[in-house]
């Protein structure tokens, strides 16, 4: 049988990079086939070419042996393939229906759109791959998670046999990870192909069927699960061995920094979402919050930050008190703030990388004087912390949605780190970064550590949080059940009080 | 030797692969590393690399040694010798062939203008061919490759522009099969002179077209020494030369600068200028080369050298353009050329109304089909030459009184002759401060709809501070009259952003409100026996401003000619709004807010002041187009002061894409399309003034809808990186 997908000899070049370079990747039918590689490796950039969102330079594409040109999404949903960004592509005030329909609109009697017609479709497609999902909600009401089903949904309803999913898992709880795997495998059962970007290497030893490994925009090795280990997959990726254990010493706590009491707040919809949450961090100390997502983690870190209003309890840093008060009166107290949803809250997509590089300390000299920008300083600034955090882009100047996912995040790090800080909030601070970069910023957050800053470190990664943390406080329902001495706790032991299970 | 082993500086070297012998690259690279180390007293360090997966363990090794500088080839491991790079920090790298992709202080990379050796190698080539078929081998399109293989087409077609470059890659720079493979290929397309740039693959193409009589041309080294063994092998006569890299010279120089701490990291690129390439001596071909030709590539060398002559070869090796027109083409011209695409259709459209609504046209059609074009083309001809003559006036009459004036010095008929073009920058005027209001608005995210109502209110102070202060010099009353306007279009705009800030009140509702206040505001102020009316008149008019508070005309003396500063303080505030929205903190904050808000929260912007600051600033525009018509134009205040610049506003704001600039260009285009349509209007054309409104929505509708030029002019998009999907909704917060 010949493979339902070929890729030969693909190459794109960007003004300054060469994204793809040759590349060659083979989907047989009905099969899972990894794309792995560094932030900026030139995945996404590889799947939008065969989404058709970009033309390559050079390059063949085969489906089924027939050589295709692929010059537009709708060329690409014409083929058969179908493709779920790294970032969503819903809109948020449409309801499931209406964002599946998009593009593909079911008419009655020629002229109204028909929803009920799409909604039904959408029945049996989530009857059929366990996607469960309410077509009549609206999408900003649904979590992540469930938006992606959506987007799944989406392709399906075009009826894509050749799904590509960049980075799906990425903003995953691991409990969605497991009904998200479960989907693949109904998928696969039923003779689609995909292909499945991530740089979660225990995911894709368990879910694919092939390994393509990118490593600056050309092929670095292809292999099996079977036929490698996580190990010599994180170093075909990076080119070096990559060190997995964070490596840190014991920590020394000196005085608190961060002091929370009884903190209330609500959500965005009214609810409680922190019932009377108190802790504290010291100087030069880890605590880490582990979780499921959705149990007040957000709301909290935005009540630090001064995003969210504070009901009752107080917060205090260094001292001062700063309930309630001005997000920028908090970051001047030496607070830095590694955002959750980094496109939403931590950049300006459509500004140059070096204004976002400076985006919170713009008004400060150097880089602003009576109120007038100095962009030299900027731009050399941005230029240091770009080569200090390893930021590739082939400029500071052009927008930072151009940059891969990865350097996004990269781009809010070196900014957050790179000023003088006493407390670090960091929220999943290494999502969609790939094994070497995690590995640096979690050594940035030790160094800082070290450095005697507090660090508050909120990540859905139960794995993240065992292993930087010096104390782990565990949320559920808007409450800290407990906080616990990291090296006298087991895995086993925290993922039983985040599932509500108190221990006694 | 007398001086301690171990006191003396390290260099070091690790060969990419392959020994120190090689030939070519880590050969050349010893050779530099060596005269270096002579030079200065340096103790040299060697690892030959056996196999590419201990070059990195190699590098590592003479790092950890104390190599203070380590040289290496970039082209094949470039990237994890930069990676290396951090983690040795006192360790310079230098690498040759390779430009660092992240510039870190401690790594250098040394480039090659290949294209000028090409180019030489090529302006060579052209003069000695006979055919006037030469041909190019090359392994991989890598960039060096590509550089030298366009600079040599381009040298052809300097000394030779009827001869033909064809060309073939071998996909290797090894394979030398398909080296010779492709030398028989280009020979049966009947090339006498072949250079080839492929490594061995290269050579023995080489080799091939020289053993059947070619002109050959080296690269890299002199290949006489080389691949034609110091012209012991056959068919080294008919090497002309080598289009040579110094790659020792160019260690040799790094290694110097390192050692006078001028080596920074970064590139470091060597070329004619500084003897980093050139080309190989003639060897056993001099002397069939003429010293005609010898002499022409002399001063083809040195008009390089100088930079004279450019080889129209990049850095990644693409073809560049030169000379003014080709550099204009290889500008953004889709930018340029939409906007002019869309003014044209909209006028095409517009003569096809022009045609449509007049009686005669009609008359002529019943008369006959071609007696009907006819009438249609000199109807629309009619028209549109009005329009032309009531924008710019007539340019015989303009030259005509240019003519006169030089002679005579009498500006009676120059002035008469540019009326019209002053008439057109005095209806910008308003325009452009009404736009700039709207495009500041829209950087914040903020729809301000209200220019109209600012303008009104703007115009009341502005005419109030004009009558009501009496005896001031103009140096103080007109200053204060013009802020006066700026402050009413303020405080009446900065409601609205008050409310948005306060209560999330959306400003299209409040600015569309405000609208009415204030026409309502002025019937009240200004009906007759209104506390500012004109006492004594019957018509709902303000009082006359004092003459201390006009904008003083360009032309005092002719009141026919109503252009006055006004305009200059139009283009003034253009570069403040400008300088505003990318100069300062304040326009930072703002336009920070307006592309993504919620970034903009978490990063301490007060994002309820950039909106009430915002808003305050774009009236204060709006408001100075009220205070321009009123102290440059009327004079006085009618009750019907509106004529629309708050609507058309928003359009200029589109148009100009909320930038300065663009608002500028589209201001000065609405200005010169309303004077001319105010002539088209008059006999002999006759034209309904509508008839330019429907071109002016044409032309929003077509710059609005660029896909609608496209497809009728067949304009492929310029694949932006950005057709994201939007998924913000309009209005959400
Ligand atoms: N539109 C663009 N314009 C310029 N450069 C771009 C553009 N899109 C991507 N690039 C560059 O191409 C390279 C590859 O990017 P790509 O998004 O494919 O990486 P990726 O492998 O998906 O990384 P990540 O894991 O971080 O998402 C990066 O260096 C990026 O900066
Ligand atoms: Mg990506």
Same mark, same amino acid.
């Given at each position: 049988m010949p493979p339902v997908l070929e890729l030969r000899g693909i190459t794109k070049a960007f003004p300054g990079v060469l994204a793809n370079d040759h590349i060659d990747l083979t989907l047989e039918e009905g099969t899972v086939h990894a794309l792995l590689g560094e932030n900026g490796a030139g995945k996404s950039t590889l799947m939008n070419i065969l989404y058709g969102l970009y033309t390559p330079d050079e390059g063949e594409i085969y489906i089924r042996d027939q050589r295709v040109e692929i010059d537009g999404p709708n060329k690409a949903i014409s083929l058969g393939i179908g493709m779920v960004h790294q970032h969503f592509m819903l809109i948020p005030v449409f309801t499931v229906a209406e964002n599946v329909m998009l593009g593909v609109e079911s008419l009655r009697n020629g002229i109204f759109l028909d929803p009920s017609a799409a909604a039904s479709r959408i029945g049996e497609i989530s009857q059929m791959y366990g996607l469960r999902v309410n077509p009549n909600t609206y999408v900003k009401e649904l979590p992540v998670g469930i938006q992606q089903r959506v987007e799944i949904i989406k392709l399906l309803y075009r009826e894509a046999d050749i799904l590509i999913l960049d980075e799906p898992t990425a903003v995953l709880t691991p409990q969605e990870v497991e009904e998200f795997f479960k989907i693949i495998r109904s998928l696969v059962d039923r003779g689609k192909s995909l292909i499945f970007i991530t740089h979660k290497l225990n995911e894709v030893m368990e879910i694919a069927d092939d390994i393509t490994v990118l490593r600056g925009g050309r092929v670095a090795g292809v292999t099996k699960p079977s036929q490698t280990t996580q190990k010599e997959l994180a170093s075909m990726m990076v080119g070096r061995e990559v060190v997995l254990q964070v490596d840190k010493q014991p920590a020394e706590p000196g005085d608190v920094v961060l002091q929370v009491e009884n903190l209330e707040a609500v959500d965005d919809r009214g609810n409680a979402a922190l019932r009377g949450v108190s802790f504290e961090v010291r100087e030069g100390e880890v605590l880490g919050i582990a979780g499921v997502q959705g149990n007040g983690q957000t709301e909290l870190v935005q009540a630090l930050t001064g995003l969210r209003n504070i009901l009752a309890g107080s917060v205090h840093i260094a001292g001062a008190d700063l309930t309630n008060a001005s997000p920028r009166k908090i970051l001047q107290q030496g607070v830095a703030h590694v955002p959750e949803d980094r496109q939403q809250d931590g950049l300006v997509l459509s500004f140059p990388v070096s204004d976002n590089m400076v985006l919170n300390t713009y008004y400060k000299p150097p880089f602003a004087r009576y109120g007038s920008l100095n962009q030299k300083q900027i731009l050399a600034a941005a230029d240091e912390r770009a080569r200090e955090y390893d930021v590739r882009t082939p400029s500071l100047s052009i927008p930072v949605s151009n940059l891969s996912g990865g350097n996004q995040q990269k781009v809010i790090v070196a900014r957050e780190f790179s000023r003088p800080i006493s407390l670090l909030i960091a929220s999943q601070p290494t999502r969609g970064l790939d094994v070497g970069s995690i590995e640096y910023i979690h050594r940035r957050i030790i160094e800082k550590r070290d450095e005697g800053t507090a660090v508050l470190l909120v990540s859905s990664e139960l794995e993240e949080v065992m292993s930087l943390s010096d104390r782990i406080a565990v949320m559920f329902e808007g409450e800290i059940v407990d906080i616990l001495w990291a090296d006298e706790v087991t895995r086993e032991q925290v993922g039983l009080l985040m599932a509500g299970v108190k221990g006694d | 030797m007398t001086e301690d082993i171990s006191t003396k500086p390290q260099v070091g070297l690790v060969t990419d @692969? #392959?020994? @120190? *012998? *090689? #030939?070519t690259y880590n050969q050349y690279a010893y050779e530099g590393l060596l005269r270096a180390a002579d030079e200065f007293g340096l103790e040299s360090r060697v690892i030959e690399t056996a196999v590419l997966e201990e070059f990195e363990s190699n590098l590592i090794q003479l790092a950890k040694e104390g190599c203070k500088l380590l040289v290496t080839i970039g082209s094949r491991k470039g990237e994890d010798v930069e990676r290396l790079a951090a983690r040795f920090p006192d360790t310079h790298f230098i690498l040759v062939d390779y430009t660092p992709y992240a510039r870190a202080k401690n790594v250098t990379g040394l480039v090659f203008a290949e294209d000028q050796a090409g180019f030489m190698a090529g302006a060579l080539a052209g003069l000695m061919t006979a055919s006037g078929v030469v041909g190019f081998v090359g392994g991989v399109d890598v960039a060096p490759v590509l550089k030298y293989h366009h600079g040599f087409e381009h040298g052809v077609a300097h000394t030779n522009n009827r001869a033909r470059v064809v060309h073939a890659y %071998? #996909?290797?720079? %090894?394979d030398q099969e398909k080296g010779e493979a492709a030398a028989h290929s280009l020979l049966d397309q009947g090339i006498d002179t072949l250079f080839a740039a492929g490594g061995p693959s290269g050579s023995a193409a080489l080799r091939t077209a020289a053993a059947q009589g070619a002109w050959v041309v080296g690269v890299d080294q002199d290949e006489w020494g080389t691949t034609f063994e110091n012209g012991s092998a056959p068919g080294s006569d008919h090497l002309l030369t080598s289009a040579v890299k110094r790659i020792d010279h160019a260690v040799y120089t790094a290694i110097r600068q390192a050692l006078e701490g001028k080596l920074t990291g970064g590139t470091l690129t060597f070329n004619l200028a500084n003897d980093g390439v050139e080309l190989a001596p003639y060897h056993d071909a001099d002397s069939a080369i003429s010293s005609e030709i010898q002499g022409k590539i002399l001063e083809i060398r040195k008009a390089l050298q100088t930079r004279e002559l450019d080889t129209r070869v990049g850095p990644d090796g693409q073809v560049t353009m030169q000379g003014f027109l080709p550099r204009i083409l290889s500008w953004n011209w889709q930018a340029v050329l939409l906007p002019f695409l869309a003014i044209f259709s909209a006028l095409v459209i517009g003569a096809i109304f022009i045609a449509a609504f007049d009686p005669e046209v009609w008359a002529a059609f019943s008369e006959g089909f071609f007696k009907g074009l006819g009438a249609s083309f000199s109807s629309i001809a009619q028209a549109y030459t009005s329009l032309f003559e009531g924008a710019f006036g007539r340019p015989s009459k303009i030259i005509e009184g240019f003519r006169i004036y030089a002679q005579t010095r009498d500006d009676v008929v120059l002035r008469a002759a540019i009326r019209p073009l002053t008439e057109s920058l005095r209806l910008s005027t308003p325009y452009i401060f009404a736009g700039l209001a709207v495009a500041l608005g829209f950087r914040c995210g903020l729809f301000n709809i209200g220019a109209e109502g600012q303008y009104f209110v703007g115009g009341l102070l502005a005419v109030f501070v004009g009558y009501s202060i009496k005896g001031f010099p103009l140096i103080i009353h007109l200053p204060l009259a013009i802020i006066g306007g700026m402050v009413g279009g303020a405080l009446w705009s900065a409601i609205a952003g008050w409310l948005k800030a306060k209560t999330g009140a959306h400003e299209v509702i409040n600015t569309i409100m405000l609208n009415y206040i204030a026409f309502r505001l002025a019937d009240y102020l200004l009906n007759v026996g209104g506390p500012m009316s004109r006492p004594g008149d019957f018509r709902p008019v303000s009082p006359e401003i004092e003459l201390s508070a006009y904008l003083p005309q360009f032309f005092p003396n002719d009141p026919s000619i109503r252009l006055n500063s006004g305009f200059i303080l139009a283009l003034i505030a253009v570069g403040v709004v400008y300088w505003f929205l990318f100069k300062t903190t304040l326009g930072f904050e703002i336009r920070t807010v307006g592309a993504n808000p919620h970034a903009a929260r978490t990063a301490g912007i007060n994002v309820s002041r950039s909106f009430v600051l915002a808003m305050a600033f774009s009236g204060a525009l709006a408001g100075l187009a009220g205070a321009h018509d009123i102290l440059g134009v009327l004079h006085f205040m009618p009750n019907a002061f509106s004529s629309g610049y708050g609507f058309d506003a928003i359009a200029l704001a589109l148009l100009g894409k909320s930038h300065p600039v663009g608002v500028l260009l589209a201001s000065l285009l609405f200005g010169f399309l309303r004077a001319g349509a105010q002539r088209m209007q008059a006999p002999p054309a006759s034209v309904p003034i509508d008839i330019i409104q429907i071109v002016q929505a044409l032309i929003i509708i077509f710059i609005a809808a660029p896909e609608v030029v496209r497809l009728i002019y067949r304009i492929r998009a310029a694949r932006a990186a950005d057709e994201a999907v939007f998924t913000r909704g309009w209005g959400s917060t």
């Open positions: - | @692969i #392959g020994q @120190i *012998d *090689d #030939g %071998t #996909g290797s720079f %090894t």
